[in-house]
């Protein structure tokens, strides 16, 4: 994946909307245009219902190919329903994500982030993914919804497996494996309960708020694993970008009221979801000059629409002074990302400190060795080496 923005690019000369397929085969619309991609994300003749999908992959593909585990598990979150399924199970969640409880936050993350700087100042080289842009937004969620520290390595593991493109075998483990844990999790918060965001949905649901176990076990999955993976990844595609271009690193140093609309462009540049999660038709849909059928899997890619030039010129030009906004990097429509306040800020947060405390941070190595994750879903690279000195 380290070149897809290159292939991307060439997938749109083919037209804002052509057939692929996806990994494993099954035939599917790949959206690389920002009109249509910002229309379909928000168009009700595409469904996200998990059942509704399953039946026709199975349909498409047979069912040998399809990891099952993973979507009877923990698939029932409001990521994989439409309304008014959706409506209620993010009615339960927006209460934990107002601006003011986001604002509140602020003075833990930038505690965080100092304590991750000071742990990084007593080495000259560190990986940034493991030392920095991994534990700010993992500490972040894990806390607001109770999980214990010691818990943490274990899930941001099976987390990787999951959103990988690897073999199913170990997808469907790593599948088993966080529902086990989650049902435990979810029983010790009935039994004890605490002011975390997790024990109150397990109050909602214990007082007849319509989450049912299934749900509620789902819906803790989603807010962990989508509540750091966007921000990790946002975080370290940021700096890698800030590498590559000094003189916008420069501009951020001289004037660090930049960095918010910063955030936005980093959003737009590089941002940290690829291929929004799966969405299918189910009426004939015509999106700008295109036609599709209605029974058929489309991949919106956020990579590619927000470098659409007929929506931003020069769209492969980082610019910290960009009017970056209305880019797709949390989706559009009703499955807009709950949690994109508490990114942007953890985000702000994060590199405005990290840039101001380390002014010499470089690449420790040559960037054609750097890795990207093997996933449809989320885009960054595995390790970032840098030297801090």
């Known amino acids: 994946m380290q070149h897809t923005h290159e292939t991307l690019g060439r997938l749109h000369e083919q037209g804002a909307v052509c057939p692929i397929r996806m990994p494993h085969g099954t035939p599917s619309y790949l959206v690389t245009g920002y009109d249509e991609a910002r229309a379909l994300l928000a168009d009700p003749r595409l469904s996200k219902n998990n059942r509704g999908a399953y039946d026709l992959m199975i349909a498409k593909v047979g069912g040998e190919n399809i990891n099952r585990s993973f979507g009877q598990l923990l698939g029932a979150h409001m990521l994989n329903t439409d309304a008014p399924d959706h409506t209620r199970l993010r009615k339960l969640v927006n209460k934990a994500f107002t ?4 604002a509140g936050l ?25 030392a920095f842009a991994g534990p700010v937004p993992i500490t972040v969620i894990c806390e607001l919804l109770g999980v214990r520290e010691e818990d943490r390595g274990e899930f941001t593991g099976w987390s990787n497996i999951l959103l990988g493109a690897g073999d199913l075998d170990e997808m469907q483990a790593a599948a088993v494996a966080m529902h086990t844990y989650l049902v435990a999790l979810v029983a010790q918060k009935r039994a004890e309960p605490g002011e975390d965001l997790l ?36 975080i370290g595609n940021a700096v890698l970008a800030l590498l590559r271009a000094p003189e916008q690193r420069a501009k951020l140093a001289a004037d660090p009221s930049l960095m918010p609309g910063a955030v936005e462009e980093f959003l737009r540049f590089d941002g940290p979801i690829n291929i ?17 059928p209605a029974g058929e899997f489309v991949q919106v890619s956020l990579l590619a629409a927000n470098r659409d030039e007929g929506r931003f010129p020069d769209p492969a030009d980082l610019d910290v002074t960009r009017a970056a906004g209305g880019h797709l990097a949390f989706g559009h429509g009703i499955h807009y990302c709950v949690g994109a306040p508490l990114a942007r800020m953890e985000a702000e947060i994060a590199l405005t400190a990290l840039l101001a405390r380390f002014p010499r941070l470089r690449l420790a190595g040559p960037e054609e060795d750097l890795v990207y994750r093997t996933s449809p879903l989320v885009h960054g690279v595995k390790t970032l080496p840098v030297l801090l000195r």
Do not use: C, W
């Open 99 to 102: 601006p003011r409880a986001i």
């Open 106 to 130: 602020r003075p833990r993350i930038e505690q965080i982030t100092t304590e991750l700087l000071d742990a990084m100042a007593e080495h000259d080289q560190v990986d940034l993914m493991t």
């Open 199 to 234: 024990s109150g949905l397990v109050q909602a649901s214990d007082e007849g708020d319509s989450l049912s176990e299934e749900e509620l076990v789902a819906m803790a999955f989603l807010l962990l694993v989508a509540g750091h993976e966007t921000t990790v990844n946002l």
């Open 276 to 292: 929004a999660t799966l969405r299918y038709t189910v009426e004939d849909v015509e999106v700008g000059d295109h036609k599709i």
